[in-house]
């Protein structure tokens, strides 16, 4: 198990204030930077060798939410890894040792000069990550869509890119809770979420974020210009 401790960063928040899953998905990859760094495969090590993991699924049940300002423990263990699949859970706990929340993901490692996923036992430096599991986690199926209620389009700028040149992996989590804020609501009151990434969105597309209501929550897609997800999340109390 490895661990982390941070203290949720104000960046122009009210101190005392709950973050939500964007930032949540933030402390994540800062986790995550922190232990590739200490296993000795950062971000750079693992380009040099021609891959790039990314993020394909988040499943977030949450106890209490952090607030700005809060000192919190992170810790990550890789609980089941086979083909193509790496599962990491997280565990967010207060500064007495209170869990908060719990969110299981899935990875998977691009060739970068083939231009495919490739399996974990082909790559031996994977080796590195200690699997402490043999069981991946039911995730269940997002719930079927029978009538969409509402919908807006989003062109991607510059600003909604990360380093590989797709979209940012927590944009499409701030868009929205960007409607829910509109809508007056808030993304804070709901503890199961789900986070799933289909396709990758560049520069220049537009892309239309689909919101129905589904029994006291709500599912996004955020769609291609044909059709194809993007991303879906859905959010239940």
């Not at 609501?185 to 974020?209: E, P, S, W």
Request: with cysteine; net charge negative.
């Amino acid at each position: 198990m490895f661990a982390f401790e941070t203290r949720i960063q104000n960046d122009g928040g009210e101190e005392g204030k709950e973050i939500g899953v964007s930032g949540i998905l933030s402390i994540f990859q800062d986790t995550m930077t922190a232990l590739n760094n200490h296993l000795g495969m950062s971000y750079d090590d693992l380009m040099a060798l021609g891959y790039v993991w990314f993020v394909t699924k988040y499943w977030l049940r949450v106890s209490r939410w952090p607030v700005q300002g809060e000192r919190i423990l992170v810790e990550t263990e890789l609980t089941a890894a086979e083909g193509f699949i790496a599962e990491r859970t997280f565990y967010l706990s207060d500064s007495k040792g209170n869990l908060l929340m719990q969110s299981v993901s899935d990875w998977m490692l691009n060739s970068l000069s083939e231009e495919r996923i490739v399996r974990l036992e082909e790559v031996p430096e994977m080796k590195i990550y200690e699997v402490v599991g043999d069981k991946r986690t039911n995730f269940k199926r997002l719930n079927r869509v029978t009538h969409w209620s509402n919908q807006r389009e989003h062109i991607v700028e510059e600003a909604d890119l990360d380093v590989n040149r797709h979209v940012n992996h927590g944009k499409y989590v701030v868009w929205v809770e960007d409607w829910l804020a509109e809508a007056n609501q808030n993304i804070r009151d709901f503890n199961d979420i789900k986070v799933v990434y289909k396709n990758q969105a560049y520069l220049g597309d537009t892309l239309t974020l689909k919101i129905a209501e589904q029994g006291g929550g709500y599912r996004f897609d955020m769609l291609s210009e044909n059709d194809q997800p993007a991303c879906q999340i859905e959010i239940q109390p």
